[in-house]
């Protein structure tokens, strides 16, 4: 069951990637590591046992290098606890879920892409059918899209001004 940001990444590989953001996260303190490990014992006794929770538990061990570990034996459970563990991420701290680093670069990518293009296909309509005068748009605002990389830039004057 994949979500849809997964995209073709497994939860596995998401993880792997995520792993070195969530253990600098200061977000991810003891109370909400200990609710993870909780979470995932009780509910998936097959991902986490007892003995397993209880290890992950040690308050004498740092939390972040408990957190390492979880992550670790969690990616060699497989695919299943790594989709899990984001699921109770998701629910206990949405906060630390939706920055992700695989959530972020996600979340930009096709629309943005899309959102570029249909500027770029609305102002080659409106170029085209005002005759190559953008500012037969009347009381509108006429517009300049000017790539720069992979960032893109929208100039606007108003009516009659020229964008240089």
């Known amino acids: 069951m994949a979500a849809p940001w997964s995209g073709s990444d497994g939860y596995h590989v998401q993880l792997q990637r995520d ?43 740092p939390t972040t290098v408990r957190l390492a570990e979880l992550l ?8 299943e606890a790594c989709h899990e563990f984001y699921r109770g991420l998701q629910i ?17 990518g096709p629309l943005f892409f899309l959102s570029c293009f249909s500027l770029a296909v609305g102002l080659a309509l409106l170029y085209y059918y005002g005759e190559g005068n953008l500012s037969a748009t009347g009381p509108f605002l006429s517009f300049s899209v000017l790539g720069l990389g992979s960032e893109v830039l929208l100039a606007h004057a108003k009516d009659g001004s020229k964008i240089q």
């Open 72 to 79: 670790v034996h969690l990616q060699g459970k497989g695919e």
């Open 92 to 108: 206990h701290a949405y906060n630390v879920y939706f920055n992700l680093p695989t959530r972020v670069s996600r979340r930009r």
């Open 19 to 61: 792993s070195q953001f969530l253990c600098s996260d200061q977000r991810m303190h003891t109370e909400l590591v200990d609710r993870l490990v909780l979470q995932l014992n009780r509910t998936y006794p097959q991902i986490l046992t007892d003995k397993e929770a209880q290890r992950f538990r040690n308050l004498s061990v």
